[in-house]
């Protein structure tokens, strides 16, 4: 009878732990590509993946979503938009704004007014409870803001804005 190879006797516990320890590391936010070597689209994208974990945390208590504040926050400041512009505004899918639209409602966040001339369209409005909502989760974000502006002084910060609005409007599709 013939004997299995060495290899192939190893347990399967063996056989991972082996693999883990041959494993690169992987490098921590702010290391090697993820730091200032990193491509700035990956580096926006890890930017902006931590900031939205770090905002669903703090508004997870009162129900509310990342895309949902960002919704309220652009129906605060463009009241009597339809859904297809929200989701313009927030860069989510139409699809997606519809369904955050229908829990706002059915919360009693937001208001459905008919536009003045096109039957179809749909304008969303905030409600007395939207408002408050949204004014609860501002205050929280707020300190998550000031979290982002740690250690910079008004012109750089002035600065780093001016650029992120300009890498918006320069990469716009034509």
């Known amino acids: 009878m013939m004997r299995k190879p060495t290899g192939i006797t190893k347990s399967k516990l063996e056989q991972r732990a082996s693999s883990e320890e041959a494993a690169v590391r992987v490098p921590a936010p702010g290391e090697g590509k993820r730091g200032e070597q990193g491509y700035l689209g990956y580096l926006l994208r890890q930017a902006h993946a931590a900031v939205r974990l770090k905002m669903e945390r703090t508004l997870a208590d009162l129900g509310v979503t990342s895309p949902q504040f960002a919704v309220l926050t652009m129906l605060n400041a463009y009241p ?23 829990n706002l409602e059915r ?3 937001i208001a459905m007014t008919p536009h003045p001339v096109h039957g ?9 409870r939207g408002s408050t909502l949204l004014r609860t989760c501002r205050e929280r974000v707020i300190g998550l803001e000031k979290r982002l502006a740690n250690g910079l002084d008004a012109k750089a910060e002035a600065s780093i804005r001016r650029w992120l609005a300009n890498v918006a409007t320069e990469l716009q599709e034509d």
Do not use: K, M
């Open 80 to 102: 009597g938009l339809s859904g297809a512009d929200v989701a313009r505004l927030t860069f989510l899918t139409p699809q997606t704004v519809g369904v955050i639209i229908r």
């Open 107 to 109: 919360d009693g966040a």
């Open 120 to 128: 179809r369209i749909q304008q969303w409005t905030l409600t007395p």
